[in-house]
C-alpha cells in the first residue's frame, strides 16, 4: 500500500522527517488489525517528500502544509470507524513529530481506492478476494 508523505520544509524535526514514515505505516496496519502480517508489512512502501521553501500552500498563500496521502485496495478503510482512527492517528503523529507551529487543520489525509482486480506487487494483479486471501494467509504472495 502506497504512502506518499508531504511536508513543507522544517515543518517536521530531523527525527520526525526519518520517522514519519514508519509511523504512518504502523497506524494504517494497526487501524486495520495487520500488525505483524507478512503479507502486509513488506508491502506498506511509499515516500517521504519535504517540498523547498515556500512552495507549500493553504489559503493562497504560503503556509506550513502536511499531506498524507493512502493508495489502497477497495476493500481496505471498510467503516466510519476505521476511516476516523487512520486519520486522527496520522494528524497526531504528525502533531508530535512537528518541529514548530503548525495547525492542526493544516494536516490532511486522504484514501484513493484501486479499482478491484487492478492492486499489483510483483507483476500479480490481485482481486479483492485474492488479496483477502494473501493476508489471512500472511503469505507475500510473490513467486
Known amino acids: 500500500m502506497p504512502i506518499s508523505i508531504q511536508l513543507s520544509p522544517h515543518l517536521l524535526t530531523p527525527d520526525g522527517e526519518r520517522d514519519v514514515f514508519s509511523r504512518v505505516a504502523d497506524a494504517l496496519l494497526s487501524v486495520h488489525g495487520l500488525d505483524g502480517?507478512?503479507?502486509m508489512?513488506?508491502?506498506v512502501i511509499g515516500h517521504v517528500t519535504v517540498?523547498?521553501?515556500g512552495s507549500s500552500y493553504a489559503g493562497k498563500k504560503a503556509q506550513s502544509l502536511a499531506v498524507v496521502e493512502v493508495k489502497v485496495?477497495?476493500?481496505t478503510f471498510p467503516n466510519r470507524e476505521v476511516?476516523?482512527?487512520f486519520v486522527a492517528k496520522v494528524t497526531d503523529i504528525i502533531d508530535e513529530l512537528?518541529?514548530?507551529a503548525h495547525p492542526r487543520e493544516r494536516t490532511f489525509v486522504n484514501v484513493t481506492y484501486a479499482v478491484d482486480g487492478t492492486w499489483g506487487i510483483g507483476g500479480k494483479a490481485y482481486t479483492n478476494e485474492e488479496l483477502g486471501g494473501a493476508i489471512a494467509g500472511g503469505d507475500r504472495g510473490r513467486s
Open 51 to 53: 517540498f523547498p521553501e
Open 98 to 100: 512537528k518541529a514548530g
Open 83 to 85: 476511516q476516523q482512527a
Open 41 to 43: 508489512e513488506p508491502n
Open 37 to 39: 502480517n507478512r503479507f
Open 73 to 75: 485496495p477497495s476493500v
